[in-house]
Every structure is written in C-alpha cells, then in structure tokens.
C-alpha cells in the first residue's frame, strides 16, 4: 500500500465550489505539505504543518486553506474555486529531522470550469 | 524566493554526461534534488547540506558551492531511465521549508 495517498485523484468542479482535498499517511512523519505544480512553473508550496497544533502559510495560500485532523492527515480546501486553480496537487511529508527528504503522494489533479 | 534551474531543457544519448544547475540568491542551509516522470510524483534524489554532509542515493552525484549558494547534479553515463524532469528544492538557513526551481527537463535518448 502507498505511503502517502491522496483523494481524489481527479475532480472537475465549477467555479464558485468548494473543495476538498485530502492526504493521508501511513509514514508516522509529523511534516505535511501541500503544492501546487502547473506546467513550466515547478512547485509552489501552499500550506505545511510541522505538527497537529502547528500550520503555516506557503508562498501562494491565497484563496486555500487547511485542516490538520489527525497526524496522519492534512487536508486542502478551496471554498469558492476559480479556473486559475487548474492545476495538479501534491501532498507530502517528512521526518522531523533536521533536512529530511519529502514524500510525495500521487497527486491530485483538479480542473475548475 | 525561487531558484534558478538551468538549463531548462538537455537532450542527451544514452551514455553520454549531463550537468543541471540551481541557484539562489539568498544563503542555502540545504539543496533537496528530485526526479519526476510524466505523469508521476517527484522522488527523492538527494540532499546536500551546508557543511558538506549529503545524504542520498549513491549513485548520485552533485555539489553544493556554499559560496556561491549554488548547487550541481551530475548525470553520468546517462540511461534512458535519466529521462525526467528534474526539481531542485532550496532551505533558507533556519526556515524549514523549500522553495522549488522551475525544473530541469531531460531527455535521454537511444
């Protein structure tokens, strides 16, 4: 089974809906993140939680936000999507050792119409 | 702030070296590498830290120019699994979050 897994992996919604985006783990890493990659811009980076009682904006958080229900799960909400926020998703998470690697779930691809 | 990848793209034959770049303009604490194929998820290639630790696959080769905050991946005798596009990730020293270049997408053909 995937380590990190995300739900769902495709969703088309109109805008002006809300969203969710869910991440689990099975890693036992207190680190969750959340990007955004659109083609030829790389990752951005949205929201990270270094613990349950400890989440931070990214570079681009405008227009999301997050949820940290459990260690295990970090979810994303967009509450009135917008077509700009076409675009594929990725959770991931790390140790909390100082410089640790990420790792990514599958990702989530999400079109707003 | 974001890094600079460079070059954007590198087409290359099997067996042949390549050298991908990433740059920044503030002081690096760490340089994460990460390969992603179409369609995937990025995986972990490799961390180089300030100080000269690295941590990583061993077959894997970069640098870290701490100077110059800019680091190297070195692909050599290149194999048709290379081919991918390559993300480097930057931590600021003490911020504990990484920025992501643009990528470096190569290709590596028969």
């Known amino acids: 089974d995937a380590d990190v897994t995300q739900t769902p992996r495709n969703r088309i919604t109109k805008t002006g809906k809300r969203i969710m985006l869910e991440c689990s783990q099975t890693?036992?890493?207190?680190?969750m993140y959340w990007y955004r990659q659109d083609p030829g811009l790389g990752l951005r980076l949205i929201y990270y939680?270094?613990?349950?009682?400890?989440?931070n904006k990214g570079e681009i958080s405008d227009g999301y936000s997050v949820s940290r229900q459990a260690q295990a799960k970090f979810s994303l909400s967009l509450e009135s999507a917008i077509p700009n926020q076409t675009a594929l998703y990725f959770c991931?998470?790390?140790?909390?050792?100082?410089?640790?690697?990420?790792?990514f779930g599958p990702g989530t691809r999400l079109t707003v119409t | 702030q974001q890094p600079v990848q460079s070059p954007q793209a590198v087409i290359l034959r099997e067996g042949e070296d390549a050298v991908i770049n990433c740059s920044s303009s503030?002081?690096?604490?760490?340089v994460h590498w990460y390969r992603q194929k179409h369609g995937e998820a990025p995986v972990f290639l490799m961390i180089l830290l300030k100080g000269g630790e690295q941590k990583g696959h061993e077959k894997i080769s970069a640098s870290f120019n701490e100077k110059k905050q800019q680091s190297s991946l070195y692909l050599t005798a290149s194999q048709l699994s290379y081919s991918g596009t390559y993300f480097c990730?930057?931590?600021?020293?003490?911020?504990?979050?990484?920025?992501f270049g643009k990528g470096n997408q190569v290709v590596v053909i028969p």
């Open positions: 939680s270094f613990d349950v009682k400890d989440i």
């Open positions: 990730g930057t931590e600021e020293s003490g911020n504990n979050r990484l920025a």
């Open positions: 503030k002081a690096l604490y760490s």
């Open positions: 991931a998470t790390s140790d909390s050792d100082r410089a640790s690697e990420q790792y």
């Open positions: 890693k036992g890493h207190d680190r």
